[in-house]
């Protein structure tokens, strides 16, 4: 993709520079909202599914020092913008960008080094739109629009992926809570929710959910974050997570 069909856009108040589409799905504060909430240690491999440009997994990687991660994405013109984000962002000793549809089965997902329980972390921000109102555009259409079965099988691949005790986190829908429950049910455990609220005293517009592989154990929902107040300005927490970098612990993970 030529530089004139793509934005420079630095996020992290800098310490991340990222080329994008200007057309079509663009990243937003659900990426980077995700990769604050994955907790993840020096020395783990994380796996993102779904990853777009990179922007969700490169602010992972740039917050934590020696974590190793594999950007997985499904279109080839955003697997080149992923893997040219990785070498402007000094990162390529540690994170890489492989181009396979997350439903690929598990010789293809070999094939790219990605074996069954080769991650401690997987983080993915799945479409999540009704498939009866797709956008025109190809590239936001592909990011943005769900099946009904989209979450069971992103999660399924998560599971696969994931090493015993390993912890999947994703952003999805606050209406589709029920949804993240019972597809993370299927091979999950200790469910943590944070609900994400545009101002004071709205509804949530967002939940992050994290939970562990084959571990059992009641769902926490925790206080929500709220992103700007009455006046439209970015509270304090979600000005250090957005602009700062700062991490979004949740319990469990």
Known sequence: MSNNETSEDAVLGGKLVLRQPLRGHRFGHDAILLAAATAAQAGERAVELGAGVGAAGL????????????????????TELARD??????????????????AAPETAFAAAGLVPASAVRVLMNPPFNAPQNPSPD??????????????????AT??????????????WRADGLDDVRAALGQNFGAITVLPIHPKPGAAAIRVIAS???????????????????????????????????AALPLIGS
């Open 85 to 102: 984000n990785i070498a402007r962002n000094g990162l390529a000793d540690r994170v890489r960008a492989v181009c396979l549809d997350v």
């Open 211 to 245: 939970a562990i592989k084959e571990r059992s154990g009641p769902l926490s929902l925790l206080p929500g974050l709220v992103l700007a107040d009455a006046n439209g300005k970015p509270t304090a927490q979600a000005e250090t997570i957005l602009r700062d970098g």
């Open 158 to 171: 998560a599971a696969r992926l994931l090493q015993p005790g390993g912890t999947v986190t994703l952003i």
């Open 138 to 155: 190809r590239g936001r259409r592909l990011a943005r629009t769900a099946s009904g079965e989209t979450l069971t099988l992103w999660l």
């Open 59 to 78: 602010a992972v990687a740039r917050r934590i020092e020696r974590l190793h991660v594999t950007l997985v994405e499904i279109d080839p013109a955003l």
